[in-house]
């Protein structure tokens, strides 16, 4: 599908669709649990989707009731599995060491860059804990045997995934366990929001420093009702939106351990006028500045980030994101690309970029989504100045399937093209 969209007259109040984040882990959470669970939600997309299809297989169930979720534990554990991924790199990473904790010999496939995207640190940590495991690089991913617990030591820099994954595992375990990260640690607010998950379902993580303790013979409790925080990760384009017109997203809690929650700071410090009241942040326009942005913990903002930085006056320089070339795409290229196509002036950097902004950019012009959701929304607030044309602009599908209806609803015009 190609659109093509202009939001420069968006104004008005959204509500934040629910945290893909957080679903994916409430997910698997309350599929390990001990009874039902209902999840409270306000939105699903193909990477939860792909998640309950494969808790389907792994023996448990999700049915609908309208956009909620209720989720049966796992029942009659197949010997073996395949589940598909689909392009979710999260829920490859999280299941590997879960279905290895599990006794399943697994196959784990996808599609789009998922072959492409690193999995070798958690193999590797597995395997040295009773698992075969694949050939290195070698996709779909195979994995078989019983996983035992002992010291796990991880890289910090490369995912958090990784560490997710294994919190989930370990307490199934009936040996104690530790995970050790060699520091740097990076995107860390992921790791306690995976903690603040097991929390809810009665799994107790110890944390000291770098070091992450987990008891072994621990059980899932369902706590029976759930809801699912809304999203700071996808909320970021509305509010980075707002920076550049007057916008309310609804729903989101300012005290969630997300850190994508960092994006209101952001467009403040940029020079927007922010203001929150209980659930509800609202932006309006501001004279915006260029900033240094370390993107370490953020990673997921920064497309929108790098978009928002066109339109503020001076250079904004964001590193320490060079892991953001192992995602949907390279995004570092990709973005550089979008914003070069748009007449930006920026510069790619080995682990980040610099945005020279405040120059007047094309009043048209086409770019690809780059079959990636993060780009789509970046290439959508760079309309605010330009007709801009997306191609494959179904790449949105990923995470959020009504972005172009928010689009609309709020004042802005989207155009499908070609909807091959």
Same mark, same amino acid.
């Given at each position: 599908?190609?659109?093509?969209?202009?939001?420069?007259?968006?104004?008005?109040?959204?509500?934040?669709?629910?945290?893909?984040?957080?679903?994916?882990?409430?997910?698997?959470?309350?599929?390990?649990?001990? +009874?039902?669970? +209902?999840?409270?939600?306000?939105?699903?997309?193909?990477?939860?989707?792909?998640?309950?299809?494969?808790?389907?297989?792994?023996?448990?169930?999700?049915?609908?009731?309208?956009?909620?979720?209720?989720?049966?534990?796992?029942?009659?554990?197949?010997?073996?599995?395949?589940?598909?991924?689909?392009?979710?790199?999260?829920?490859?990473?999280?299941?590997?060491?879960?279905?290895?904790?599990?006794?399943?010999?697994?196959?784990?496939?996808?599609?789009?860059?998922?072959?492409?995207?690193?999995?070798?640190?958690?193999?590797?940590?597995?395997?040295?804990?009773?698992?075969?495991?694949?050939?290195?690089?070698?996709?779909?991913?195979?994995?078989?045997?019983?996983? +035992?617990?002992?010291?796990?030591?991880?890289?910090?820099?490369?995912?958090?995934?990784?560490?997710?994954?294994?919190?989930?595992?370990?307490?199934?375990?009936?040996?104690?366990?530790?995970?050790?990260?060699?520091?740097?640690?990076?995107?860390?607010?992921?790791?306690?929001?995976?903690?603040?998950?097991?929390?809810?379902?009665?799994?107790?993580?110890?944390?000291?420093?770098?070091?992450?303790?987990?008891?072994?013979?621990?059980?899932?409790?369902?706590?029976?009702?759930?809801?699912?925080?809304?999203?700071?990760?996808?909320?970021?384009?509305?509010?980075?939106?707002?920076?550049?017109?007057?916008?309310?997203?609804?729903?989101?809690?300012?005290?969630?351990?997300?850190?994508?929650?960092?994006?209101?700071?952001?467009?403040?410090?940029?020079?927007?006028?922010?203001?929150?009241?209980?659930?509800?942040?609202?932006? +309006?326009?501001?004279?915006?500045?260029?900033?240094?942005?370390?993107?370490?913990?953020?990673?997921?903002?920064?497309?929108?980030?790098?978009?928002?930085?066109?339109?503020?006056?001076?250079?904004?320089?964001?590193?320490?994101?060079?892991?953001?070339?192992?995602?949907?795409?390279?995004?570092?290229?990709?973005?550089?690309?979008?914003?070069?196509?748009?007449?930006?002036?920026?510069?790619?950097?080995?682990?980040?970029?610099?945005?020279?902004?405040?120059?007047?950019?094309?009043?048209?012009?086409?770019?690809?989504?780059?079959?990636?959701?993060?780009?789509?929304?970046?290439?959508?607030?760079?309309?605010?100045?330009?007709?801009?044309?997306?191609?494959?602009?179904?790449?949105?599908?990923?995470?959020?399937?009504?972005?172009?209806?928010?689009?609309?609803?709020?004042?802005?015009?989207?155009?499908?093209?070609?909807?091959?």
């Amino acid at each position: 599908m190609d659109i093509t969209v202009s939001a420069k007259n968006i104004k008005g109040d959204v509500d934040a669709i629910a945290s893909k984040s957080y679903a994916h882990r409430i997910l698997i959470a309350a599929a390990l649990s001990d +009874k039902p669970c +209902k999840m409270l939600l306000n939105s699903t997309s193909e990477d939860i989707e792909a998640t309950e299809g494969c808790i389907a297989r792994a023996g448990g169930s999700v049915e609908h009731d309208g956009l909620n979720l209720l989720v049966s534990p796992l029942k009659n554990i197949p010997e073996s599995a395949v589940f598909d991924c689909c392009e979710s790199g999260s829920l490859i990473r999280f299941l590997i060491p879960v279905a290895a904790a599990l006794g399943i010999d697994a196959v784990f496939t996808g599609r789009g860059r998922l072959p492409q995207r690193p999995q070798q640190p958690i193999l590797e940590a597995v395997s040295r804990h009773g698992i075969t495991v694949s050939k290195e690089n070698e996709f779909p991913v195979k994995i078989s045997g019983k996983l +035992k617990s002992g010291e796990y030591t991880l890289p910090g820099n490369i995912s958090s995934q990784y560490t997710t994954g294994l919190l989930f595992a370990l307490p199934l375990l009936t040996g104690d366990s530790v995970i050790n990260l060699i520091p740097p640690v990076e995107s860390k607010p992921y790791i306690d929001m995976t903690i603040s998950v097991l929390k809810k379902f009665g799994i107790t993580v110890t944390e000291d420093g770098c070091r992450y303790f987990v008891k072994g013979g621990q059980k899932y409790i369902s706590p029976e009702v759930i809801k699912v925080d809304g999203d700071w990760s996808n909320g970021a384009f509305f509010i980075a939106a707002g920076a550049l017109s007057h916008i309310t997203v609804n729903g989101l809690n300012i005290n969630s351990v997300q850190g994508d929650k960092e994006i209101a700071e952001i467009v403040k410090h940029m020079g927007a006028d922010v203001s929150v009241n209980n659930d509800s942040v609202t932006v +309006k326009a501001g004279s915006l500045k260029g900033i240094e942005i370390d993107a370490s913990n953020i990673p997921d903002l920064v497309p929108v980030i790098s978009a928002l930085s066109v339109f503020a006056e001076g250079q904004t320089v964001i590193k320490n994101a060079a892991r953001l070339r192992l995602k949907e795409s390279d995004r570092l290229k990709t973005v550089a690309e979008l914003i070069k196509t748009a007449g930006g002036d920026v510069t790619e950097l080995s682990d980040g970029l610099i945005i020279k902004g405040g120059k007047k950019i094309k009043s048209e012009f086409t770019v690809p989504s780059f079959n990636d959701h993060r780009l789509v929304m970046a290439a959508s607030l760079l309309s605010f100045g330009s007709k801009v044309t997306i191609t494959d602009a179904q790449a949105i599908n990923k995470t959020y399937p009504s972005f172009w209806r928010e689009i609309t609803n709020l004042g802005g015009v989207c155009n499908v093209i070609n909807d091959r």
